[in-house]
């Protein structure tokens, strides 16, 4: 067998944060090995050395990543006791399940931060309806593992408004996370890459909106962002990496309130969907940092090659009016410059199916061509031509 000309990484997950490391990778000569949960999906279509397979089953898990130097992860969800077992074996787990486990457990996640003396909202486990009350409505309740893009979570205003997440949590299995309603002036999100070495490089601070739960819209950087807090928030985000010992990509997703501060909401140990515009907007992308973060290389510059850049995900629509290949025509001739990303998913409600990508100097003239463009692949603007 020919040995392989650099080290291969595996990554498991096969959605298109998976997919989005392949063409940093292919640049960079990496191998990569894919875990994909079925044929066809979204990294599958990319990735040529791949197994279909459960992350869940340990056996799988050391299938696909013999004879790897590192392993890490498109999504947080593989059990922390398989990737123990796969570091105890030697190999490279990237991040490590020491550090995962604050992205894949909210209550151990904010029980760190408190040690850690990171800006929080209010929290406490809740085991009851007593428990809530005794918290204070209104509050948020999160089920501690398994949510991800507004699932697992519900803001709850009186007592009858609880029994939802209750239930989810018990045939879960895992226990209830109340937090304060924070009256917030927007979200915004701190990204930065670390290696094993301890080099890290601090992304600008972006502000995001959501939609329905789901990441919509990103402007790199934050327009109106107090210099002082933006400084803040990079330090948070490096403060945490340091402290739970990060590789790879850090998303700290954190509320600017009304009154001028920030809090941490959530956290992502792999490439974020705040931080897809740095593909066309930085220097190194998050996901070419991510393979070098994993791979203990050095790390690129996270420098903006723009004044403004601004990322809109295109999301599945109520119907199947939405034009993804067919939209091409249309929206690269209105807008040359437009940078898309499609992950070759079938449209259906609410689902990711791609992003686009616009720069320049000008933020207004970037929020209407990605929003123009976005609107267009989703089937929300008619086929009349401009």
Not at 34 to 59: K, M, P, T
Not at 127 to 134: F, G, H, K, R
Not at 220 to 234: E, G, K, W
Request: aromatic share 4%; with cysteine.
């Amino acid at each position: 067998m020919t040995k392989p000309l650099a080290p291969t990484v595996a990554v498991i997950g096969g959605g298109q944060l998976a997919r989005m490391m392949a063409e940093p990778a292919a640049a960079l000569g990496i191998p990569l090995r894919l875990l994909a949960e079925a044929e066809g999906v979204s990294a599958a279509q990319v990735i040529c050395d791949q197994q279909v397979g459960d992350y869940r089953d340990l056996d799988t898990l050391r299938q696909v990543t013999e004879g790897c130097t590192a392993v890490t992860f498109d999504h947080e969800h593989v059990p922390t006791e398989h990737l123990k077992a796969l570091a105890n074996a030697g190999l490279a787990v990237r991040p490590g399940p020491s550090a995962l486990v604050h992205a894949q457990d909210k209550g151990v996640m904010r029980a760190k931060l408190a040690e850690l003396g990171v800006p929080c909202p209010r929290n406490a486990i809740v085991t009851s309806l007593a428990d809530v009350e005794a918290f204070g409505f209104p509050a948020v309740l999160k089920t501690t593992r398994g949510g991800y893009d507004g699932k697992g979570v519900w803001v709850v205003r009186e007592p009858a408004d609880c029994a939802e997440a209750f239930a989810a949590a018990e045939a879960a299995a895992v226990e209830v996370l109340a937090e304060e309603l924070v009256d917030f002036r927007r979200e915004l999100s701190a990204l930065v890459a670390r290696s094993p070495s301890g080099q890290a490089a601090a992304y600008p601070v972006v502000a995001s909106t959501q939609l329905d739960g789901i990441c919509h819209e990103v402007i790199a950087p934050a327009p109106d962002l107090d210099r002082d807090l933006a400084v803040q928030a990079q330090e948070v985000a490096l403060t945490i990496a340091g402290a739970l010992d990060v590789t790879g990509v850090l998303a700290v997703e954190l509320f600017e309130t009304n009154d001028g501060r920030i809090l941490v909401n959530e956290l992502a140990m792999r490439p974020h969907n705040t931080g897809h515009w740095t593909q066309d907007g930085a220097v190194t992308s998050q996901f070419e940092n991510h393979l070098r973060a994993v791979l203990d290389l050095p790390l690129g510059s996270p420098a903006p090659r723009a004044t403004w850049t601004v990322m809109v995900n295109i999301l599945g629509g109520d119907t199947d009016a939405g034009r993804l290949y067919d939209g091409y025509p249309h929206a690269m001739a209105r807008d040359p410059q437009l940078r898309v990303h499609l992950y070759g998913k079938e449209m259906r409600p609410g689902r990711k199916v791609g992003h686009v990508n616009t720069y320049g100097d000008d933020l207004d003239d970037c929020l209407e061509r990605a929003r123009h463009a976005a609107a267009w692949f989703r089937g929300d603007l008619g086929n009349e031509s401009e």
